[in-house]
């Protein structure tokens, strides 16, 4: 992918912008419909929203780090690798919905964890971190820094490839978590709250 790294970095700001206020709305909501699951082998919101705080607790230090570092930007293009643009777009919910599922890593699955509202600040402090982050890439070089993946330290994606990897994939929860609210609503209309 080759894009104008200032377009690129506002698309990833706008995707931030657009989950901080959905997952905003959650605090409104009450734990049970929080916790509420179709069965016992999915995830429910909470989950959710706990899995993608342990990749902003894995990312969000990483990409701190490696900004700190990075020198000014060289080219107003953004290209990113091969393998950060499979895996970012391996990410992205296409059409509203998510075309290659995969299981996620035992130390990020958080099923059946006794989990509480409070994981939702937690949330949403970590995506005000992303905002600074994006909001500080934009006149660094995004293809020099190297960042390491969740399932090998020994793979490392550039710093641009990394940060829309991370984003795409909190796309792709946060559309689990729309598909969550509306099974739940249309199965249970009456206690819909």
Not at 175 to 192: A, R, S, T
Request: proline content about 5%; aromatic content about 8%; some cysteine.
């Amino acid at each position: 992918m080759k894009i104008n790294q200032e377009q690129f970095l506002l698309s990833l700001h706008q995707n931030l912008q657009e989950e901080l206020s959905q997952t905003q709305e959650l605090e409104k909501l009450p734990l049970e419909k929080l916790q509420w699951k179709k069965h016992d082998k999915a995830w429910n919101i909470l989950e959710c929203v706990y899995h993608l705080n342990l990749y902003g607790e894995f990312y969000i230090p990483h990409f701190q780090r490696l900004l700190k570092t990075a020198k000014d930007k060289s080219s107003e293009t953004y290209t990113s690798g091969w393998l950060g643009n499979y895996f970012a777009n391996s990410m992205k919910p296409k059409a509203e919905k998510v075309k290659n599922k995969m299981p996620s890593p035992k130390d990020k699955n958080p099923i059946g964890l006794p989990l509480e509202k409070d994981i939702i600040n937690t949330r949403i402090q970590q995506i005000n971190a992303l905002i600074e982050i994006v909001d500080l890439a934009k006149s660094k070089d995004l293809k020099k820094k190297r960042c390491p993946i969740t399932i090998s330290t020994f793979i490392t994606l550039q710093l641009g490839d990394a940060l829309h990897f991370i984003i795409n994939h909190e796309s792709r929860h946060l559309l689990q978590i729309k598909k969550i609210l509306h099974y739940k609503e249309n199965i249970n209309p009456v206690n819909n709250e």
